[in-house]
């Protein structure tokens, strides 16, 4: 049923939309995964990235919950690529135990949807990256491929591609 309504919802926010910058286009579809996912708590990418520059704090575990292709392209230092469809169970058992987990996709629908899936199972300290990586890079943020700093991100769509700087688009 959640499929259905964020279909619904990203055609109606989305659809005949070639106005707005990158920021706004990205700001209405983290209204409606906030608004889906309710229960899943989120941080912003300044939270994100002054906790990781906080060497008196033990860092994240950071999952990227993006496609193969996505992930090779760039993704921030030190995340892991997890699959969308993971199964929750072995994903929580892979986890060090009371380690706080980020998980962030594109946007953040697919990060929201398994950050519920852990929380159901029992995680403690689980959130969503705001915006994800797409808001990331947007705010200048480092990435990486290969252990390398990179500049561009994977679009995931031409539709997706709009809530992306233009420099930063790789190509699909």
Same mark, same amino acid.
């Given at each position: 049923?959640?499929?259905?309504?964020?279909?619904?919802?990203?055609?109606?926010?989305?659809?005949?939309?070639?106005?707005?910058?990158?920021?706004?286009?990205?700001?209405?579809?983290?209204?409606?995964?906030?608004?889906?996912?309710?229960?899943?708590?989120?941080?912003?990418?300044?939270?994100?990235?002054?906790?990781?520059?906080?060497?008196?704090?033990?860092?994240?575990?950071?999952?990227?919950?993006?496609?193969?292709?996505?992930?090779?392209?760039?993704?921030?230092?030190?995340?892991?690529?997890?699959?969308?469809?993971?199964?929750?169970?072995?994903?929580?058992?892979?986890?060090?135990?009371? &380690?706080?987990?980020?998980?962030?996709?594109? %946007?953040?629908?697919? *990060? $929201?949807?398994? #950050? @519920?899936? +852990?929380?159901?199972?029992?995680?403690?300290?689980?959130?969503?990256?705001?915006?994800?990586?797409?808001?990331?890079?947007?705010?200048?943020?480092?990435?990486? &491929?290969?252990?390398?700093?990179?500049?561009? %991100?994977?679009?995931? *769509? $031409?539709?997706? #591609? @709009?809530? +992306?700087?233009?420099?930063?688009?790789?190509?699909?």
């Amino acid at each position: 049923m959640k499929a259905i309504v964020w279909t619904l919802a990203f055609l109606v926010i989305g659809c005949g939309q070639h106005n707005g910058t990158p920021e706004v286009r990205l700001d209405k579809i983290t209204r409606e995964i906030a608004a889906e996912f309710p229960q899943v708590p989120t941080l912003t990418p300044a939270e994100l990235a002054a906790w990781l520059d906080d060497a008196d704090r033990e860092p994240p575990i950071l999952l990227d919950v993006r496609e193969p292709n996505e992930f090779t392209v760039s993704h921030l230092p030190g995340a892991r690529r997890v699959d969308s469809d993971a199964d929750v169970k072995k994903l929580l058992a892979s986890l060090t135990p009371k &380690r706080p987990v980020i998980l962030y996709c594109s %946007v953040g629908y697919r *990060s $929201s949807k398994l #950050a @519920e899936q +852990l929380l159901e199972a029992g995680a403690s300290d689980v959130r969503n990256l705001e915006g994800s990586i797409f808001r990331w890079a947007n705010e200048g943020r480092p990435l990486q &491929r290969d252990g390398m700093p990179a500049h561009q %991100v994977h679009p995931y *769509s $031409s539709r997706y #591609a @709009e809530m +992306l700087h233009p420099n930063l688009r790789s190509e699909p």
